[in-house]
């Protein structure tokens, strides 16, 4: 020992007798003991020296009992052993792997056992229970806090104690005797401490300790089951012994059998003279039969593999060990818990469960703490359950919301076992507590349905149809059955599982027979194909093409007279109320959808739409006046037949390859789209069929295999299992396995096979159908070496089809000749793929590469489809030379002023590669500091004026795509190789994605609302109120913000009753947002905020704003940016509202141009009546071009809102807008006379 350790220990005093002479300055080196700990090594040396020196045993104990009076010295010999008896566990973290810390945690481990065997004295706990129960006795106001902690340093001392392992080898206890847990336990009793436990468990004032008590209890029932503490004191019930008899029966008859054996294998002679033998028709190692040196007698059991070394089982694939066998207490302890048990359920568990729950459920509690809580409910329960059933006892517990958390914990603790591998045999103990859990609560609900009392029947029938109904419930087993490792769990959790199986098929069998017609819920998760979709039909869009189309639907109009079925009319939304595209941005999908309908000939769903639109979107009359006339209509519809209407990109086509190699690369990438939730009849047969599965009966002949160590209810629900797939579902040819035939013949022989009457019936059976199937099928015995799923198995009962060699197309001689004279003519050529070379030049086109691959491999033209791989895309490119880097550095130098940066560097670029790749060498290099220095420049003059020339829909839509910025920098590429051809590609996508971003974005002279015309609106409705609160509170946060230098979101909390109704408006909420005001963003937030990144002097202005006695100039004012002059404001609010509906209507108004181009004046007439907005002064109209990126818009989105005068949408700040476009349109010019006509 170190020698200040050995000085301290020595200064503490010394033990004479039984008597305990404690030094003047004990306290002080108590409390350097407890420095030296806090001061160890990784290898605990300090813990295991003050081990080995017995400090517990011979200072710290007698301490405590004979000087308990000095309060302070026992607070510290207390903190102390608490430290000392932590579990080794705690102290290393695991189970060390390196054999030196395995040895210093089993040296911690043995000195642990040392102390529990030192506690184990009533003396002990009398000091410690008479010290809880003064401090109990105190009022909660009285305590101090040192009075809580030495509390709960009581608890946790006991619950370290009661921890620590059993050492089998050094006490090699049998049932009924006293070990030192059972003496640990007694003592525990006779002071009287498991009564102040129950009292903690069961008072409302002392909650707070609620879950050190349920971890002292469940470490007090550490090695009992609920059976044998009910039948402590007991006499044996008749059941109990028929189980014994028939246990001691069976292992008598496989006695006896063995003495036959032996019998018969005792020959004559003595076992010098065996003889040998030479074995017929069975081959040595060489090509000579095998010679026998042994008895005959014997060699029924003879294999080649005698005498060889058994092979090594990787420790990853060993089986999973279950836990220590359960052992029986003596007598007089079992007694004692058991009498503990029924006070605690009849006055604690209820409460101590129900608090227990709800600090689990707050994650208030450490983690890993649920697993007590699952070990109480199924141990006291299945008490409950023996003892004499009372369901108010245990009410706390059963409810379906029990139900719910033990599944969410079962499957929680199973995707733990997947992630966390290396804890994998934690997690599988925790998940085999949650479904011992689960089982118990079936069990009780079963015990329930069987009651007398009729509420509790009710009740448990309540508790069914929830379970049953609930489709999470109904398929537990089946997924915990498919998903069972028997690496990672144990044969008794598989016990367990098979049983509850058992237990809960019969519980739904007889909840059917009852019912006729039972309803669950069925969930159906929809999937979208994210790539490898079929190409849909292209549309033909001729002149000729639509005038036909156009000539079918004025029929069908003009044949109903415009008169629409209610059937029709329900259904029809011109908009997606779940997208999260603004409805005001989702009017040119709506004009898509008409024209997909008119190109479809569905006139009426076109024309529903049409009205639906109209009144969704009725400013401007986009869609038509309220008041318009059928044949107004009908010319609208053609007008949208007609148009060039900006689409959103289709993915790109993927040809769909059958080649197996190339399979995986084209295997389509399936996405959750919605679970889709319905309901259906429940038919229990069809639900038995999922259990056919090669997945599912697989477990449960892994258990069968120890079927002579299985308790007979666990061969019996095996042995029902199987007998529903085999008899109920005739899919008997699914246990047609040469092992499973093995396994039947092996209990057979059995010598106590009488025990085992169920399963040696069931195993004839199936031997039975077997042999008979053979004499009609000739290859039933080849299918015995495999697994067969239920297609395999109906091929083999019913007959093998011939469907599949029938769906290959054959090839005639004429086409073979071909392909050969193809492939000789190409083969010695350069081509990179010579199949796709070949796939156009083949008379027959509806061949596919899997099928030309295919033939040239039996033609014997190729040796392996490997030689036809598709090669895969990419520039083979990933490592820069010096040379390259210099190289683009050069060309950076070259082309860092030009407009567009990346795109010159990529064309010059010798070594082509992915756009991605040269923005993150660029970046490496130190070249640029941020992507968007590669953005591409904007020229004012790129897009030449015209003023009085028309901008054709192309021009249009190439200006739009041009504005917007090259979104490709933001995106991170794969790591994989890339070809330019895929650079392409995904260009497109991007530049698709970049229009439909356009079509998205609404102009600001759309949204612009005159703030005073709101404020004047809200002042008439009489919500002059709320607006003076309103100001009030911009006012407040403009101070606050200024006095404080700092700013955060403030809500706007209503505090009348005015407010809130307000707040319920929706004109107010639009002057909300138009002021900047954050929605509440998610379920959680109740009220509106003040973004914190507005600055004070625009919530100043934004609180002017809301003024009644300011003028409308004034207003204006306010509004605009103090840098620009009003007639600024005026010019950019002009050009705003010229940009109106740029996106929805400029199809539109080509059409119209195009058909009215004779008479333009009436067309721009017309025009007006769409969309009066699109008036303007006879003046040239100045280009306005402004770029905002995301981060500078999320730094002042308040600053945007006022001057742009957006009104956004729910949240300003999240509208992340990466560039304004600049929109240029012709004047219109509309006459004063046709002004007022």
Not at 782 to 788: D, G, P, S, Y
Not at 998 to 1006: D, I, K
């Amino acid at each position: 020992m170190n020698c200040e350790l050995l000085a301290t220990c020595s200064a503490l005093g010394y033990l004479e007798g039984d008597t305990y002479h404690k030094e003047a300055d004990c306290l002080e080196s108590v409390k350097d003991l407890i420095r030296f700990l806090r001061y160890e090594d990784d290898t605990r040396d300090v813990r295991q020296q003050l081990g080995e020196g017995h400090i517990i045993e011979h200072d710290l104990l007698p301490i405590i009992t004979q000087h308990g009076h000095d309060k302070a010295l026992f607070d510290a010999c207390i903190r102390l052993m608490v430290n000392l008896t932590q579990p080794a566990m705690l102290c290393f973290g695991k189970v060390p792997d390196d054999p030196v810390f395995r040895h210093h945690f089993l040296q911690v481990t043995s000195h642990l056992q040392a102390y529990k065997e030192a506690f184990a004295t009533e003396k002990v706990f009398g000091v410690l229970s008479e010290t809880l129960y003064n401090l109990l006795q105190m009022e909660w106001e009285q305590r101090q806090e040192e009075d809580n902690l030495l509390i709960e340093r009581i608890l946790l001392l006991v619950r370290n104690v009661l921890h620590v392992p059993a050492d089998p080898l050094e006490e090699k206890k049998v049932d009924d005797d006293a070990s030192v847990h059972d003496r640990l336990l007694w003592g525990i009793h006779m002071s009287g401490f498991d009564d102040l436990v129950k009292f903690l468990a069961s008072a409302q004032s002392e909650q707070q300790w609620s879950m050190h008590v349920l971890e002292i209890i469940s470490l007090m029932f550490r090695d009992q089951t609920p059976d044998t503490l009910v039948s402590a004191g007991h006499a044996r019930s008749a059941e109990e012994k028929q189980r014994d008899t028939s246990e001691l029966e069976g292992l008598r008859q496989r006695e006896q059998a063995e003495k036959r054996s032996r019998t018969l294998q005792r020959g004559t002679r003595h076992s010098r003279f065996g003889g040998s033998f030479v074995v017929k028709g069975l081959k040595a190692i060489g090509d000579n039969e095998v010679i026998y040196h042994r008895n005959v007698h014997n060699f029924k059991n003879y294999t080649h593999d005698m005498g060889k070394a058994v092979r090594r089982v990787p420790r990853r694939n060993r089986q999973a060990q279950d836990c220590m066998d359960k052992r029986r207490s003596a007598l007089n302890v079992r007694l004692f818990l058991r009498e503990f048990c029924v006070d605690f359920l009849e006055n604690c568990y209820n409460r101590l469960m129900y608090i227990v729950k709800e600090s689990l459920i707050r994650e208030e509690s450490q983690e890993h703490d649920e697993t007590y809580y699952l070990w109480a409910l199924s141990f006291f329960m299945a008490f409950n359950r023996c003892n004499n059933f009372r369901a108010d006892l245990v009410s706390e517990t059963m409810s379906t919301r029990t139900f719910h958390f033990m599944e969410r914990n079962i499957t929680n603790y199973y995707e733990m076992i997947l992630t966390d591998r290396k804890e994998a045999t934690s997690w599988s103990r925790r998940m085999h507590l949650a479904l011992k859990a689960y089982q118990e609560l079936l069990m009780t609900v079963n015990e329930m349905d069987r009651s007398q009392d009729e509420s509790i029947r009710h009740s448990a029938n309540v508790i069914k149809s929830n379970i049953f109904y609930l489709m999470e419930y109904r398929e537990i087993f089946l997924t915990l059955l498919r998903k069972y490792d028997g690496t990672k769990q144990p044969q008794s959790y598989l016990k367990d599982l098979v049983e509850s199986t058992h237990l809960f098929l019969r519980m739904l069998e007889r909840f059917c027979k009852g019912r006729r017609n039972l309803v669950v819920q069925k969930k159906k998760v929809k999937r979208k194909k994210s790539r490898g979709e079929k190409n849909q039909p292209v549309v033909e869009r001729t002149p000729e093409a639509l005038a036909d189309t156009w000539k079918i639907v004025e029929e069908q109009l003009k044949g109903i007279k415009f008169q629409l079925s209610e059937s029709l009319t329900a259904h029809i939304v011109p908009f997606d109320c779940t997208s999260e595209t603004p409805l005001e941005e989702q009017r040119t999908e709506a004009m898509v959808r008409m024209q997909d309908a008119l190109q479809a000939q569905l006139g009426p769903e076109a024309l529903a739409l049409l009205r639906a639109a109209r009144e969704v979107w009725p400013e401007g009359d986009v869609f038509g006046s309220t008041d318009v006339e059928p044949e107004e209509e009908l010319e609208l519809l053609k007008q949208i037949l007609h148009a060039e209407l900006p689409r959103s990109a289709p993915p790109p086509e993927t040809q769909m390859e059958e080649d197996d190699e190339d399979g995986a690369d084209l295997e389509e990438e399936e996405e959750l789209e919605a679970v889709q939730v319905s309901e259906t009849e429940f038919r229990f047969l069809d639900f038995i069929k999922k259990f056919a599965n090669p997945g599912i009966v697989h477990p449960y002949l892994l258990l069968l295999k120890s079927y002579s160590k299985n308790t007979p209810h666990t061969n019996h629900c095996i042995a029902r299992m199987l007998h529903r797939v085999a008899f109920d579902l005739k899919m008997d040819a699914l246990l047609y396995q040469l092992s499973v035939f093995h396994l039947f013949n092996k209990i057979l022989r059995d010598a106590a096979a009488s025990a085992y009457k169920e399963l040696v019936t069931f195993a004839k059976y199936v031997l039975n159908r077997f042999f008979s199937l053979a004499a009609t099928n000739n290859k039933a015995y080849v299918e015995l070496l495999f697994w067969k799923n239920v297609g395999a198995v109906r091929e083999m009962t019913e007959g093998y089809c011939k469907d599949k060699a029938e769906k290959m197309p054959a090839w005639s001689e004429e086409e073979e000749q071909e392909l050969r004279t193809l492939y000789e003519e190409h083969h010695h050529s350069e081509v990179p793929d010579i199949v796709e070379t070949l796939l156009p030049l083949l008379s027959n086109n509806t061949r596919t590469r899997r099928q030309v691959v295919t033939q040239l491999v039996r033609m014997g033209l190729v040796d392996s489809t490997k030689e036809l791989k598709k090669p895969k895309k990419g520039t083979g490119i990933v490592l820069w030379t010096e040379d390259q880097e210099e190289e683009l550095q050069m060309l950076y130098e070259e082309y860092k002023d030009s407009d567009d940066v990346l795109g010159n560097i990529l064309k010059k670029l010798t070594a082509k590669r992915s756009r991605a790749r040269v923005v993150d060498k660029l970046l490496s290099m130190g070249l640029v500091s941020e992507r968007r220095e590669l953005y591409k420049k904007r020229s004012r003059s790129s897009c030449p004026k015209s003023s009085g020339t028309q901008m054709s829909e192309e021009e249009f839509l190439t200006g739009l795509a041009q504005d917007f910025p090259d979104e490709s920098l933001n995106r991170e590429e794969d790591e994989s190789e890339e070809s330019e051809e895929e650079d392409e590609e995904d260009m497109k996508e991007r530049q698709n994605a970049g229009s439909r971003t356009s079509q998205s974005f609404v102009s600001e002279g759309e949204r612009r609302t005159d703030v005073g015309t709101m404020v004047t609106m809200l002042h008439k409705k009489g919500m002059s109120e709320a607006l003076g609160w309103l100001q009030r509170c911009l006012d407040r946060a403009a101070k606050g913000r200024e006095d404080d230098g700092f700013s955060q979101a403030a809500p706007l909390v209503p505090l009348t009753e005015a407010c809130e109704d307000a707040m319920e408006d929706k004109s107010f909420h639009k002057l909300l947002r138009k002021l900047g005001m954050r929605a509440p963003a998610n379920e959680q937030e109740t009220f509106w905020r003040i973004p914190e990144k507005i600055i004070p002097s625009q919530l100043r202005r934004a609180a002017a704003s809301l003024s009644q006695n300011l003028d409308e100039s004034e207003r204006e004012e306010v509004l605009v940016e103090e840098g620009g002059p009003p007639e600024d404001h005026q010019e950019g609010k002009s050009r705003a509202s010229d940009s109106q509906r740029a996106h929805a209507l400029r199809a539109l108004l080509v059409a119209r141009k195009r058909k009215q181009h004779s008479n333009k004046d009436e067309a721009y007439q017309d025009l007006e009546g769409a969309d009066s907005s699109f008036e303007r002064p006879q003046e040239k109209t100045t280009k306005r071009s402004r770029v905002l990126n995301d981060e500078e818009e999320e730094d002042d989105g308040f600053t945007v809102a006022l001057e742009m005068g957006t009104n956004g949408e729910a949240d300003s700040e999240e509208e992340n807008i990466s560039a304004p476009v600049k929109r240029r349109r012709k004047m219109v010019l509309i006459d004063e006379e046709e002004d007022e006509d």
